[in-house]
């Protein structure tokens, strides 16, 4: 789904801004990542899509999307 965005629709680290290259994240792309949260046994997990900062389930089974890395908490 293309909404016409020219860069990642997040926030910049403070919150009080748009992200740009470099502000807590490098090498964010307009697409489709992967979220740890699964459903229906385990069958089904979130993407998260930062082309319109919209989220949808996908069967776990389809490919072609990336994996966001993130560190849990101390």
Do not use: C
Request: glycine share 14%.
């Amino acid at each position: 789904m293309d909404f016409g965005f020219s860069s990642p629709s997040l926030s910049n680290a403070d919150g009080t801004g748009p992200w740009m290259e470099g502000d807590a994240f490098s090498g964010v792309r307009l697409a489709g990542y992967w979220s740890s949260t699964t459903f229906v046994d385990s069958h089904f997990a979130f993407v998260v899509y930062t082309d319109g900062s919209y989220t949808t389930f996908i069967a776990k089974q389809s490919d072609g999307y990336m994996v966001w890395p993130v560190r849990g908490g101390p």
